[in-house]
């Protein structure tokens, strides 16, 4: 049996433990070689004899010691292989003439036997009370937590970074582990040499490597949050030999489809790169990360957009180093990276990162930035800045856009920069114009056929069509997108048509059909994790369930949103959310908790800088005017003062708090029908 880890790990301490444990099951007991200090393979046998007390010449020792253990019922540990394998040979002997023997070895690699049979030895899940002086303050939590996930459970890290306290807070230690692991160091007699510092620690295994695996691990090294055959072979060029090299010499580990590299190892392999074959693997890297953006942008029915954006999601880290150093090298690379995936800055709830590095990009000189990247930059800010910039800027970006777009003859920019006019359009009122730049749009289409944008088009001119009053269109629009979207398998833009759709139905005073397009629309959208539009489209659905005096199905709605706001983080879907939980609280006769969300409703909405649709709910004015009549007017100033300071994780847990123990008579958030369609209070 092996134990293999990475160094520091705990191998040896495990190991000893085991010998302890089980020495009194064998005959003869248990017995540890220490091989640590042993130089190489050949030595082996006079390691073991001098652990078993055995006094042998110095010829054949192979042959005495098979001798010796032929009749042995025993345990015998051996610790630290890992710079040995040449000597294995030796242990192959001795299990073959000697039955009742039993190796149990700690090694940093595989020893590849047959039988052998391996146990990979992690980080600790708790970590071990190295220092019993040390009392955990409520306050010092979150640092252990933190050097605990930084260090992965090492005992030995954890160990080193615990020597620190006697001149440094827990907060400082933490502090300092983020800028660079050598920090973690000792100065202790009682510690092997190999053991004072985690750099000592992998040294020793940066050795055992060959050259192609020590260039890949450094390559690998740039990499965050784990990577996959395909990252590895394009970063770093690692074949799956080179792969199973570094896993058996316990440098990464495999974790389901991708492999993790522990962090302390990725900061030592770091600094081992050197600045060529960085760059080299930087670049790789991005040109990864365009193709990653590339099939988000890409309509594909093989390849839903929720196996993109989650595979997006999953790389995310990695696409943001790409950005940092092809910002700086390739502009035009990073470009690419960022303005293709427009609706992974939206669906996953990133927008606000995602016009951070757009606008980043458009702030570099035209010497730098080529006109048309240009172009597609502000398609995509118009686009992803809905509700988070305002209608006028938007309208801006995409008149620029077509204007340059429309010079360079670039007929699939043009129509995006008409789409996103028209959508800037429709918010500021102007439908006319908006339904007339949605239609240029399509025409381009016709000419440079884009399946994505085409739907997009056509989602928008039919919600055009609805808020100019022509419903009739607007519902022969959607149902023939749907038709469409249903053929060619594009999930994203059915679950916008459904949703939208929804609208319709509404002001057909249908509203059984209205709440099923909701429930479709929300089982769609969980399915292309499309979060911010999940987000929005379960708003709706509870103020229609509210409007219909279904307060079970409103709680339960109201559940999810308490959990879904905060992700998305736009000041729209706050506003709403606590106005909606307002009017239930008012419903419910809790009318000071009502007139304090209806106060933290109106300061969401009221924040500069954002955008609301003709079609968001708005704090609502009779709350104020029913419930007000229950207080003074100085109990009415404190309420919307104490609403107003309560942070919004605060505010967010205040609005819940009655809400789920009402809910707690709900059906689940997932039931969707039986809760908008279920039992009218």
Known sequence: MTLIGAGGVGKTRLALQVALEQAATFRHGAAFVALASVADGNQIASAIAGALGLTISSEDLTAQLK??????????????????????????ELLAHCP????????????????EYLIDVAGLDVPKDVNPRF????????????????????????????NWLRVLSVEEVASELQSSLDFLAADQPDLPVRHRSIKAVFDSSWVLLQADQQLALAKLSLLRGGFTLESAARVAHATPSVLLGLVGRSMITRDGARFVMHEAVRQY??????????????????LLSRDWARAVAVHDAARPAAV?????ELEFENVRIALEWSLQTDPLLCAEIVYLPWYFWFAAARKQLGMQWLTSLLELPSSVLPDLSRANLLCTRSVVGMRISSAEQRLSDGEIAWQIAREAGDLPCQARALFSSGM??????????????????LELLSIAPDVNVEADCRNELAFLHWHNGSTETARQTFEDLIQRCRITGNTRSLANATANLNYVYASLGDVETQLKML?????????????NNLCTTLLTLGNVMFQRGNLIGVSATLTELGELCPQVQEAVCFSCFYALCAAFEQQRGHHAKALRLNAIATAWRSQPGQDFALEDMEPNQFIESQSAAHFSQQQLEQFKLEATQLRSS????????????FGERAVAPLALESMALGVMI
């Open 67 to 92: 001798s010796y253990l032929s009749d042995k019922h025993l345990l015998l540990v051996l610790d630290n292989m890992e710079h040995l394998l040449s000597g294995t040979g030796l242990l192959l």
């Open 650 to 661: 605060e505010a967010t847990q205040y609005a819940l708090g009655q809400i789920e123990l």
């Open 269 to 286: 392999a770091d600094q081992r790169l050197e600045p060529q074959p960085r760059a080299a693997a930087l670049l790789a890297l991005s």
């Open 100 to 115: 009742q023997l039993r190796l149990l070895v700690t090694s940093r690699a595989a020893l590849n036997f047959q039988g």
């Open 424 to 441: 800037a359009r429709g918010d500021l009122g102007q439908f006319a114009l908006a339904i007339q730049n949605v239609q240029q749009a």
């Open 519 to 531: 429930e479709q629309a929300i089982a769609l959208y969980r399915t292309s994790l499309n979060i």
């Open 135 to 162: 009392v955990l303050e409520p306050r010092s939590k979150p640092a252990v937590v933190q050097i605990c996930q930084l260090l992965q459970g090492s005992p030995l890290a954890i160990e080193l970074a615990s």
């Open 308 to 312: 993109s954006i989650q595979n997006l």
